[in-house]
């Protein structure tokens, strides 16, 4: 980005973080940042010629990732208003209950483009949060007895707190610690589904989940969880997109495309990555508790290190970075292993594939194909 878009995110994360209370001598600290701008050329034509497509010195610097606007937002209205037919439209119960988990994993991967497309932090224990916050909030139901509609904010909140305790240490390192940190954690939590019995109830998972009511209405049928999982995966890809829109996100965005430039405009990286990480955690906690409650049901064997591995795959494969990829992941990540329940080693084969080719022949993923195509079609031969 070019010096002016630094200064715009600069400008926008001390309005975030400190707003009133940013002193004087702590704008005075940021005028070496600005004046190391580089001075314009003064004579246009001796300058070094610009790069088709990039912007030039006098306009706005294109974005790292495309805009948002009322456009997405009219689109995801429209698509999740289409979504509603689904009870109606399908033939049986079975395509409803697929219905269900395909708008959980929008939110479990949605959550997690925000941090690896977005932030540019790769996690690999976001099976890992799933599952915590599905635990969190079925032994909440089955063992204190608190209904749902407590555990699912609480699934949110303790799982957030979990990241946060790994998200300190972890993003202070560069590098890849950061997956390591995740993947470790991870595998500590599936030890721990598997060994507090009494808890978890160990490798058979946990039994006895009760679902949702609403004024004594149990949502304990496919067709009657729907419109709740709708709802909440609407309301999580409507705060993405607020979230892509505002200050913070600006500033995200600048801190995964040069962490050290962001810093010198006075953008806090470390505060910013924190922020986001705990936010997409607690979001696979939502994932994770009406997971557990529309299932009713929870088994260790979902939350392992695999399921983390796949998401990753489901981010690059859908279009990392992009608005919608999240959900061409999440339709891929349910749809593939119901057609091959016969053939589990062909459906990691499957994955390792698709990903390979996506990564050569479409960098952008599947929510970038139309992009690519068109690019190619209009480069001149």
Avoid at 101 to 107: D, G, M, R, T, Y
Avoid at 208 to 231: C, E, K, M, S
Wanted: include cysteine; glycine fraction near 12%; charge should be positive.
């Amino acid at each position: 980005p070019s010096p002016s878009c630094w200064r715009s995110c600069s400008r926008d994360h001390r309005a975030f973080w400190v707003g009133p209370m940013w002193s004087r001598s702590d704008r005075m600290t940021m005028a070496p940042a600005k004046a190391a701008s580089p001075p314009a050329s003064p004579n246009p034509s001796t300058s070094r010629p610009r790069a088709a497509g990039a912007p030039s010195a006098s306009s706005p610097a294109a974005p790292v990732i495309a805009r948002y606007g009322h456009s997405d937002r009219t689109r995801l209205l429209l698509v999740w208003l289409a979504l509603l037919a689904v009870p109606y439209a399908a033939p049986n119960a079975y395509v409803i209950s697929l219905g269900n988990l395909f708008l959980i994993n929008v939110i479990l991967i949605a959550s997690l483009n925000l941090l690896m497309g977005y932030g540019g932090q790769i996690s690999l224990g976001h099976a890992g949060f799933f599952g915590f916050g599905a635990y969190v909030s079925g032994v909440l139901d089955v063992k204190l007895g608190i209904v749902p509609w407590i555990g699912l904010p609480s699934a949110a909140v303790l799982t957030g707190l979990s990241a946060l305790i790994i998200g300190i240490p972890a993003l202070r390192l560069r590098g890849h610690y950061l997956s390591m940190a995740t993947l470790g954690w991870n595998a500590i939590l599936l030890v721990m589904f598997n060994r507090l019995i009494e808890l978890t109830g160990g490798p058979n998972g946990l039994l006895g989940v009760h679902p949702f009511t609403i004024g004594g209405l149990a949502l304990d049928t496919d067709t009657r969880q729907f419109p709740l999982v709708w709802l909440v995966s609407l309301l999580v890809m409507l705060a993405i997109l607020h979230l892509l829109q505002s200050r913070i996100g600006r500033a995200l965005r600048a801190v995964a495309t040069n962490e050290i430039g962001a810093d010198a405009v006075g953008i806090d990286s470390f505060r910013t990555k924190l922020m986001f990480f705990v936010l997409t955690a607690g979001m696979a906690g939502i994932a994770g508790s009406l997971y557990v409650h529309v299932n009713q049901y929870a088994s260790p064997e979902t939350f392992g290190v695999n399921g983390s591995i796949l998401l990753v795959v489901m981010v690059a494969l859908g279009g990392s970075g992009t608005y919608w990829g999240p959900v061409i992941g999440a339709l891929i990540y349910t749809a593939v292993p119901q057609l091959l329940l016969d053939y589990e080693d062909a459906e990691l084969m499957l994955f390792g594939l698709g990903m390979l080719i996506v990564l050569i022949a479409v960098p952008s993923g599947l929510a970038g194909l139309p992009a690519t195509l068109l690019g190619r079609r209009r480069r001149p031969s």
